[in-house]
């Protein structure tokens, strides 16, 4: 979050109080995605506030449970994305799928304070060998739930059958280009017919069932190779049935060589990530870092970590291992202690030094957003 935008959210907290406390209503964008949590029990509520607030101290030992949490499926891919660390074979865990008992035990303990969960970490969610079974331990929670997918298996009957099922709010289909050429030069290996064949029959399910789930979210990722594409964004997403369309920019990734990356930086400044001086990227000094107490990632074998960005899980809180709570990892000394670096000395973990969220003008890695059809978030 940046210096400025905290300083805003604080200025709403009148508003944001009486609709938590009073309505029991919380509305708010993620990543240009419209959130409305309503109807939130007593146990939410009060949550919330004692995040919000927690937010203005940092404390090592949070006040609240997370309100936001990633939960990775899966670190597998069927791509082989040229930034990504499992794309290009730096992750150092080993390919594995979560459990569903895992992923049970988790949202019976965390679930009934979260606002918003997202479905996937460093692989293909969508490969997951009991994709129904997860998604079913995820749905109704009063939670906003996101799967995103690079689409290459969302023509198979089992998977649409699973996201129609047990929808989450939006579906994000992740396609960097118009064409098989300029998608597959980012996302190595991608055709696009089977995730556009895959969200024409989930939009057409969604008719015949007068279903509002999921939401169909095309979201793109402008690089030098596609943005002369930008303009024919919203026709696309008319004509292949999307609700929305998002541009993204594309962030770095924690890697000791950053020159591929600069061959991929659009030349259109208002869609780059980051601002640049000689063709070096601009360090800013105003970023407050959230995640570490409010949003933790967990990721497919338990391991419970600070940020995604810790990819390799380096710098772990701990192991969801038989009979560990996430209780008992979110307040340990361990867990405080990571809190306290990444709050006073974050350049001693690569994944802070590399952060693709610090030097960003703004905290959202979306920058535009584009409403296809009407949608009910």
């Known amino acids: 979050m940046r210096l400025q935008q ?22 708010f964008q993620f990543d240009l995605m419209d959130i409305h949590i309503k109807n939130m029990t007593l146990g939410k509520r009060f949550n919330l506030l004692k995040t919000g607030a927690n937010l203005v101290y940092r404390k090592l030992y949070p006040w609240g449970w997370p309100m936001h949490m990633q939960i990775e499926f899966t670190n597998y891919c069927n791509l082989k994305c040229t930034v990504c660390p499992t794309g290009t074979g730096i992750l150092k865990r080993k390919p594995q799928a979560m459990s569903p008992a895992l992923l049970k035990r988790l949202i019976d303990e965390v679930g009934p304070y ?33 799967v995103s997918t690079n689409g290459q298996n969302l023509d198979n009957p089992d998977v649409i059958k699973a996201l129609l099922d047990y929808p989450p709010t939006y579906l994000i289909v992740a396609l960097d280009g118009l064409t098989d ?16 064949d895959g969200v024409h029959k989930i939009a057409e399910i969604k008719k015949q069932r007068g279903q509002n789930y999921p939401i169909l979210h095309h979201r793109f990722i402008v690089m030098k190779h596609n ?32 020159t591929h990356h600069q061959d991929l930086i659009p030349e259109t400044q208002d869609l780059q990530a980051y601002e640049y001086e000689n063709g070096k990227r601009i360090n800013r000094r105003d970023f407050i870092c959230e995640e570490a107490f409010i949003f933790p990632t967990v990721f497919a074998d338990g391991t419970v970590v600070s940020c995604d960005q810790d990819s390799s899980a380096e710098h772990p809180y701990g192991i969801l291992a038989d009979g560990t709570t996430f209780k008992s990892i979110w307040w340990s000394k361990r867990a405080a202690e990571i809190r306290r ?16 969220f610090k030097d960003r003008p703004v905290t959202d890695c979306s920058v535009q957003r584009i409403d296809i059809r009407p949608y009910q978030a």
């Open 181 to 196: 050429e300029t998608n597959s030069l980012y996302r190595v290996g991608a055709k696009l017919a089977p995730a556009l």
């Open 6 to 27: 905290r300083w805003n959210y604080f200025k709403k907290s009148p508003k944001l109080f009486y609709d938590i406390t009073c309505r029991g209503r919380y509305d």
């Open 341 to 356: 670096i990444i709050r006073d000395n974050p350049h001693r973990f690569t994944s802070c030094r590399n952060c693709p």
């Open 114 to 146: 979260l606002m918003t969960l997202s479905l996937w970490g460093w692989g293909e969610s969508l490969l997951h060998p009991y994709l129904a079974e997860m998604l079913r331990i995820v749905h109704n929670r009063g939670i906003t739930t996101f």
């Open 227 to 258: 943005e002369h594409e930008v303009p024919l964004l919203k026709q696309f997403g008319t004509d292949n049935e999307f609700d929305m369309v998002t541009l993204r920019t594309l962030s770095i990734i924690d890697i000791p060589d950053e």
